[in-house]
């Protein structure tokens, strides 16, 4: 059963860092898509970065780009997003998402991926 565990949420003042894991198990991890989504409250789940496990290749969102990165340790099978210069509008609950196969032109999309971690809260003060 795959299982994926997010950790490294916080709250941090604008401008600031934080890195996000993702421990995933149960599969076999370097064959995978993996993205980082985020929801605010009384918003849509949007996808913040993708990438195919064991591949070059990474998808960021436009509001991300240039300051957050999605990398992954396949020794440690964790996904991570670094984000820098955090902002106020960056807070909301971020959530790791895998799945086996997807179309990569809807990376982006909730719908694409079939398992999802409980999520961790980010929270950026001004």
């Known amino acids: 059963q795959v299982q994926l565990v997010e950790s490294g949420g916080g709250s941090v003042q604008a401008g600031g860092s934080l890195r996000l894991s993702c421990a995933a198990s149960g599969y076999t991890y370097s064959s995978y898509y993996m993205g980082w989504f985020r929801q605010a409250p009384g918003k849509e789940r949007e996808g913040v970065a993708a990438?195919?496990?064991?591949?070059?290749?990474?998808y960021y969102a436009d509001s991300v780009k240039g300051r957050f990165t999605i990398s992954q340790d396949n020794a440690k099978n964790t996904l991570y997003l670094q984000m820098n210069s955090l902002k106020p509008e960056d807070t909301a609950m971020y959530y790791c998402?895998?799945?086996?196969?997807?179309?990569?032109?809807?990376?982006?999309?909730?719908?694409?991926?079939?398992?999802w971690g409980q999520g961790t809260q980010v929270t950026v003060s001004s």
């Open positions: 998402a895998a799945d086996s196969s997807l179309y990569i032109g809807r990376w982006s999309s909730e719908h694409e991926y079939k398992y």
């Open positions: 990438i195919r496990t064991g591949g070059e290749r990474t």
